[in-house]
């Protein structure tokens, strides 16, 4: 079965500390993306991934393939960083499948 | 500027009446495709299109239809609407399935009564 499973799914901090959030996949897949979605509703692509790390400014996307799990960690974190954060992944067929978001929420 | 353009955002319509959302990329994009958004369920996919005039079924596709006719172009049609229809829909697109970020619309919020 393909399964993505997110967490935590709630996560509360302190503005400036380092927030890491965690998406685990049940089998192999073609790339995984990370996705923000601001109360209100809009969606953007944060990332896209199939090997390795990647950095966006305080962003930070890694993917381990033999474990099954990647990690999206958040440097310095600012209360315009409050959203949803998704992890979608492509299994290894043509469909996305999606985790069901960690709602983020970043105290001044 | 490169976007996702759909129409309606919002819409309110009754059991059987048939209904198309469009949705339109300015970005040559190869992939498309449509999602749906419930409170509790999350994102799911409908349906997803590698190229024109290639459609394929997503997670989701029953009651819904696509075409792609053209790159640019890719309506959802419900051609009966039902009240476990009301949702949150978002059209996306992609250069390749599994190349590039995935561009999203702004998202259609449809209420089938």
């Known amino acids: 079965k393909n399964e993505v499973e997110q967490s935590p799914q709630n996560l509360t901090a302190q503005e400036g500390e380092f927030i890491t959030i965690n998406c685990s996949y049940s089998v192999g897949i073609s790339a995984l993306h990370w996705l923000q979605q601001h109360p209100g509703g809009g969606i953007v692509s944060l990332f896209m991934l199939s090997s390795g790390k990647k950095k966006h400014g305080r962003l930070i996307a890694t993917i381990n393939i033999q474990e099954k799990h990647s990690s999206l960690h958040i440097t310095a974190s600012h209360p315009r960083d409050s959203a949803v954060y998704i992890c979608a992944v492509i299994f290894n067929g043509n469909q996305f499948y999606f985790g069901t978001g960690t709602s983020l929420t970043v105290i001044p | 500027e490169a976007q996702v353009t759909q129409n309606p955002r919002y819409l309110i319509t009754v059991t059987g009446k048939k209904l198309t959302v469009t949705c339109s990329q300015n970005m040559n994009h190869e992939y498309m495709s449509w999602y749906r958004q419930d409170p509790g369920l999350g994102l799911r996919q409908i349906y997803y299109s590698m190229n024109v005039e290639v459609t394929d079924k997503g997670d989701v596709p029953e009651g819904y239809k696509v075409s792609r006719k053209e790159k640019r172009n890719f309506p959802l049609i419900l051609e009966s609407p039902s009240p476990n229809q009301t949702s949150l829909y978002f059209c996306?697109?992609?250069?390749?399935?599994?190349?590039?970020?995935?561009?999203f619309g702004e998202g259609s919020r449809l209420t089938v009564l």
């Open positions: 996306a697109s992609s250069p390749g399935q599994t190349t590039g970020e995935l561009f």
